[in-house]
């Protein structure tokens, strides 16, 4: 790949900004800029050489706006929802019709600045030039009606781009909100999509959030999730984003009062040569916490999929209760998957768990199922759909699990 | 229906049936008795052709040679193995697992396939026949199914899927009192002049409920006696050292 010509300049052309925040923006571009992306060689990145992904697919990059206007958008009909339209990142505009418009806050996002330094490139480079996310705050007391879709589209005029937004959400006290993140990718060129999310759970408030795509994609995609949890606060990730070039999510998540919960699964079916890699850092800073993790990967041809995934312990943290497992289906030799998980526990009483496995599918139930007149074909779908089941079975409305498993399967079939 | 003439059946080298002739007419029940590893199982996996073996000798079914049919085709052709150990089948619904498997079977028979209505309702009767709970059937393929549910569960599919020939891998061993009764009534109400049996077990005490035509003893990969119902009865007694 040519060099990646990013001009500090680009910084003064983000509108009103404080002097504090320029300096933080130039400061990350520079730490970019020290490190480039970043390579197999950070510990981070040992499963995801992110910098050779980029050279060998692009020539060149840059990090000139695309648009952010779109002529026609087509809304699902599977279900009554709210929406959020997102064009390449840009908030375009949103629709609360069911819901109480007093209670919810909906803006673009402009200072959603956490001025920490973080040592992941791809959160600098984001931290200087990200502009135009949105900025969603649900207020007290108030569960929404119906499911809210962000619809995160992306155009034709990605070619070649990297796109840096920042979202935040906030769940306010005894509140819940319920969000699927549908990508809707209209590009067929190779682009980069570098999200930072910033979310806040109050005490007593839910979010539950559904990754999913509606189909394959060149887009390059990182997101950064950074997520505070309160008392009694309940964090619900559920991740079926597969059919994309590259994704890596990195989830932070920080159970930072008494009982709260985070759920982190994830059902892929990964072919040809997509690669995604789900990375966690689950920090239990206060006691009676809950986390729990189920990564379920179905890997074929030349695919790749990777689980990093950290559980911290601080020694306040008793009567920590956390899971992790891990668990690939492998369909083809050149398929691969790799998988770390990482304990670090300083209190004394605590549960915690973690497992990984792989392997192919067992013979011996694929024969069960044929001796039943089912093609081998077919009985191994059956199996493959049984594999990642668990992670679907978890969402409860029945029109969004039916619209899930479609997509799910339409993913199974093709393969 | 079947013909089996001098089958020799081995894997990974090692020869397990080791010159099997029988041959099982429509209608007949036919029991095969025999002390632990003479290759009663490995008979049952070869007649549904589980991968892995090397087979040589005769294996005709209604006059055709099963050698180079695959196992699902075996199936649509109306061979049904219940299993000496029904796997357990994570995440796949039993009800949409036999719905599939109904309506391949009735596709390669050129008959309409059932649609979700029509088959609950084919599952309702069938499932009330046998007095097994249908509950059973929205839980997952037989998972955390007791050894008895697993069994009964067998027995219901041969019920739903109505094969021509069906072989029972030992269906009764692990079973209650109640749970054999189950499985016996099973079979017994699916007899008729154009279905077929063959009975894999250990003991006589399912050929009290079941009554075969035939007996058969397996012993070191062969047939070394046939006789009629009594000779379960017989072998009971004195076990199948004397028959050495």
Redesign the interface.
Known sequence: MQHLEINSNQIDKIKEISKEEKKFRIKNLELFKASGFPNKRIEDWKFSDFKNIIDSNFEKLDTKKASSDINKIELLEDFEHNNIILVNGNLYSSNFDYEEKNKIKISVCDTNIDYKINKNPLVCLNNALAENGYSLEIAKNYKLKKVLIIYNFFTEDTKNKILNNKNKIKVSENSELHVIEFTINKSRSKFINNVYENIVLEKNSKFKNIFIQNEKSNGFFHKFLKSKLSTNSDFTNLIFSSGLRFNKLDIECDLIEENSTCNILSALFLKKNEHQEIKTLINHLAPNCKSNQKVKNVLSSESKGVYQGKIYVKDIAQKTDAYQLSKALLLDDNAEFNSKPELEIYADDVKCSHGSSSGNI????L??????????T??SK??I??????VVEFIKSPSIRKFIETKLEKQINGH | MLEIKNLKASINNKLILKGLTLSIKPGELHAIMGPNGSGKSTLANVL????GYEVSGELNFKGENLKKV???E???KGI??A?QY??E????NTNN??K??LN??RK?KGEKELDSLEFLRLVKEKSSELGIDEKMLSR?LNVGFSGGEKKKNEIL?MKI?EPKFTILDETDSGLDIDALKIIAKGVNSSRSKNKSFLVITHYQRLLDYIKPDFVHVLSDGKIIKTGCGDLAEELEKTGYKKLN
């Open positions: 067992d013979q011996d139930s024969y069960y199922l044929m001796t039943r007149g089912l093609s081998q077919d009985a059956l199996l759909k049984g594999f990642l089941n668990d | 549904s052709g589980k991968k695959p196992v699902e075996r199936a649509k049904f193995l299993f029904p796997l089948i994570p995440g796949v697992f036999l599939t498997s391949s079977l390669s997952q599919q899927l």
